[in-house]
């Protein structure tokens, strides 16, 4: 910030304690990190070795009984981004090219509002209104479109599904994904998109060749982002899902696919012994996926210099 | 949202094109159609409540279909390709505002109920089926966050001080870097670190008490002061400073008495909004801090209860009577949305009254 400085400036005593302190203050950061992966992984090491008989729902090995959760994770955290992502690129460009300019910070405020909704209200939003509404439709779909492998019979007579579940997760990851990309939409050059008006370009013609195309790495790395935020998202799970161990596609069934942070909350209350060991494994695990997936989003967003304050 | 001519004159220009109105015409039209068809359904006893979300869902998915068709017709298919863009946008916006109201209105509704006197007076302590409260819990949830605030703020601010006034090469890019990562850790995540943390360090493999909540809450906290501290530091305008090194003043004492007073709004707001953000976190609490029906003051000993775990344990754990237990479930939602709302109201009050007035 400052500019190189050929004089050095006399050391004092204050400022060295000043700067020693906000050192050691970043360093803690990274200590922490350092030591979540420590301890976490410290505290796996009995799962991972354990034998048969001491894991729960019978699997053999840690991975046998990792892998349904795994997969009920990925799976559930994918329907969320697929529902929430049309959804909030649709806000994004409508407070940010659509909506009149007076009233487009008034409407971001109002998509921010439901990222201040705590996730334990909306588990129990989900489980109290939103499953017996939907449980109707999972009926019908059942009924008519059952040929379809993802909504084959019977259906779930309490809506308490993985598609359930999906839907509360999307409307919980529209606001970050909305938030990021409408920064980015924002950030198109005005001259280009009033070159292509100019051109007698439609609103839409004009969005779709000069606004997309510029902000197609950041809308990618803000779905990754949602997509990170709903992988650990674990109380709408354990309310509104009713768990299995399946590794099972279909979304309107009764046997779902638990996911890891919803079982780590149902049964680390109860858990002893080696339990306790396989479900912090099993968090490991789930660190590590989240871990992977936002470094690569934060790569591709920070490979865009302009563009930081994400979240 | 037309380019049009704006004289009411009748020219060329806005020949083959939808008058002005149009769109919102067609809208009404739309919502008035649906909620003809849902209150016929409602009338023939199909499912049971079908209410006005439905409708107006409905409605605008009418909207969308009848716009571009109207559009094609008189308009061209480029222009009607823009109307269904602009269609699609603004429904994806009501769609996502239906669950925002429904969830709100629900809560409000049923936590009304028991938000009452009772309710901010007493604990669960003995208490089976009806009556009981949900101070414990309060007092938990303040006291945790509390203390992750203690830990978090100076560790945060520092942090970003550090970002921004010192931090050059590797460290720097490397923090910055894994503060950015931090954001992502899943919360549950947090509580098994704190979980693992305390259990090697005491050899209590059930450990659970208040501090560890603490600590997994700041872990989950310090990236978003950092980030909100930083961004609050690097817009203060380096004449400040400038002119501050100019009369001699050594560096500490330019960021503590130029720098952080002028940044100290936006600073205030930032760490405002992650109490707001981290008070609601259920599951590193669920996870460490654990249930308790009685009242714990003591952050260092016992088992501590917490308004969002309070939620989840009404929920999950009913007596017989278990309409009495969501009540208070619903309550606990409610008071834990007015909460988080008060927060962010706060942010944004002390954002308006003390920020300097420098050129914006």
Known sequence: MTTVRTIKAKQRPGDRVFSASTTIAGCIILAALAAVAVFLLAESVPAVVSGPDELRDGADTFWAYVAPLAFGTLWAALIALVIAFPISIGIALFISHYAPRRIAQGLGYIVDLLAAVPSVVFGLWGIKVLAPLVTPFYQELTTNLGWIPLFSPPASGTGRTVLTVGIV???MIIPIITAISREIFLQTPVLHEEAALALGATRWEMISMAVIPFARPGIISAAMLGLGRALGETMVVAMVLSPAVVISFVLTGSSNPATIAGNIALNFPDAYGVQVNALIASGLVLFVITLVINSVARIVVNRRKAFSGAN | M????????????TTGRLPKWAPWGLLAGSWAVAAVIVALTQAAGEPA????????FFGTILFDIAIVVLSALIEGSRQARDRLVTSLVVTAFVVALLPLVSLLFTVVVNG???????????????????????????????LITGMAAIISIPVGLLTAIYLVEYGRGRLAAAITFFVDVMTGIPSIVAGLFAFALFALLFDDPGIRFGFGGSVALSLLMIPVVVRSSEEMLKIVPNELREASYALGVP????IVKVVIPTAIAGIATGVTLSISRVIGETAPLLIVAGFTTSMNYDLFAGRM???PVFVYNQYANPGTDVQVYLDRAWTGALTLILIVMALNLI??????????????
């Open chain 1, 169 to 171: 997760l999307a409307v």
């Open chain 2, 2 to 13: 037309t380019t049009s001519a704006t004289t009411g004159i009748a020219n060329s220009l």
């Open chain 2, 49 to 56: 409540d079908f209410n006005i979300v439905a409708a107006i």
């Open chain 2, 112 to 142: 009304l109920a028991r938000f009452d006197l009772e309710f901010f007076s007493s604990s669960m302590r003995n208490v089976v089926g009806e009556g009981g409260g949900g101070l414990h819990a309060i007092m938990g949830t303040l």
């Open chain 2, 251 to 254: 560096k500490w004492l330019t």
């Open chain 2, 305 to 307: 209860m917490t308004l």
């Open chain 2, 347 to 360: 942010a944004r009050l002390v954002a308006k009254i003390f920020s300097p007035k420098l050129g914006r």
